[in-house]
């Protein structure tokens, strides 16, 4: 079984998510864009804009980890991009297609 560590980005809130998770991409997103009280909830435009697969969920947990430990905007985005990898064992970019709510473009 798959696990993911991901990015969302919301264009309305100009803002990021990070999380990890084992279910597919697509179903997670939906439970993001299904109006509960959490932070995803402020917003219905959440994008999946990165996502790197793990074999584990102590992998995808750690690598989530260290995303958010870098505590910029400015990295996520390079991130995103391209521009900066996985370095110290994670995976290298993984380009997406983009999908709003649940539709992949």
């Not at 279910?23 to 993001?32: G, M, V, Y």
């Amino acid at each position: 079984m798959p696990f993911f560590t991901y990015i969302l980005h919301s264009s309305s809130l100009g803002k990021y998510y990070i999380g990890h998770t084992g279910d597919e991409l697509t179903e997670r997103l939906k439970k993001h864009l299904s109006g509960h009280d959490g932070f995803t909830g402020r917003a219905k435009d959440w994008i999946i804009a990165y996502y790197e697969q793990f074999d584990n969920k102590s992998a995808a947990y750690a690598r989530e980890c260290q995303i958010k430990s870098w505590k910029s905007k400015k990295m996520i985005q390079k991130l995103i991009a391209g521009h900066c990898g996985g370095g110290s064992g994670h995976p290298p970019f993984k380009p997406v297609p983009m999908i709003r709510n649940g539709l992949s473009f």
